[in-house]
T-cell receptor
Framework: ETAVFQTPNYHVTQVGNEVSFNCKQTLGHDTMYWYKQDSKKLLKIMFS???????VNETVPRRFSPQSSDKAHLNLRIKSVEPEDSAVYLCASSLQGVSNERLFFGHGTKLSVL | GDSVTQTEGQVALSEEDFLTIHCNYS??????LFWYVQYPGEGPQFLFRASRDKEKGSSRGFEATYDKGTTSFHLRKASVQESDSAVYYCALGLSSGSWQLIFGSGTQLTVMP
């Protein structure tokens, strides 16, 4: 049963445009994440947020920025998209953000940059 | 640095075959180890985890045993079904500084009827 909701499911845009993806979790978790999944299915963490504080930022280009209004929401903005940004962006949450916790993922947002 | 290696990129089996997907890790101490499964059009789903040496995790007929000696957490299932076709990820939970989950490269399992 899905408890991490992402919108939109798909987005097609052109190089240089700005895009924003939404993510909401209804699990009451404290920590949320964004992962990027490329065409080879490789999963790389981009950001994690705990109580509105950025915890991890893994060498992500500056055009990417997470935005959080409360602990249930973590959106992702890309200021000026590049062709290499084409990927599936997966949002996830976990209870507290500690090492043995499971992550709950949304279904992903597929971005295509023309 | 800390990493997870999955040997098989793709595995093709017939129903009722035995499955092994190899996972080896590189990290200090006792990191938490996980298996996730991803079906088409969905995000990865937690399968199970283990946190200490010789601990066995299992779910839905899949199992893996944490082996610190060989730094491995191989996924096994005695008899696969067509519905098991999916991408399987081994993952490592790191807690040095800040916590994060590092995924292996994934293994596409295809089970033919």
């Amino acid at each position: 049963e899905t408890a991490v909701f992402q919108t939109p499911n798909y987005h097609v845009t052109q190089v240089g445009n700005e895009v924003s993806f939404n993510c909401k979790q209804t699990l009451g978790h404290d920590t949320m994440y964004w992962y990027k999944q490329d065409s080879k299915k490789l999963l790389k963490i981009m950001f994690s947020y705990n109580n509105k504080q950025l915890i991890v930022n893994e060498t992500v280009p500056r055009r990417f920025s997470p935005q959080s209004s409360d602990k249930a929401h973590l959106n992702l903005r890309i200021k000026s998209v590049e062709p290499e940004d084409s990927a599936v962006y997966l949002c996830a949450s976990s209870l507290q953000g500690v090492s043995n916790e499971r992550l709950f993922f949304g279904h992903g947002t597929k971005l295509s940059v023309l | 640095g800390d990493s997870v290696t999955q040997t098989e990129g793709q595995v093709a089996l017939s129903e009722e075959d035995f499955l092994t997907i190899h996972c080896n890790y590189s990290a200090s101490g006792y990191p938490a180890l996980f298996w996730y499964v991803q079906y088409p059009g969905e995000g990865p789903q937690f399968l199970f985890r283990a946190s200490r040496d010789k601990e066995k995790g299992s779910s839905r007929g899949f199992e893996a045993t944490y082996d610190k000696g060989t730094t491995s957490f191989h996924l096994r299932k005695a008899s696969v079904q067509e519905s098991d076709s999916a991408v399987y990820y081994c993952a490592l939970g790191l807690s040095s500084g800040s916590w994060q989950l590092i995924f292996g490269s994934g293994t596409q399992l295809t089970v033919m009827p």
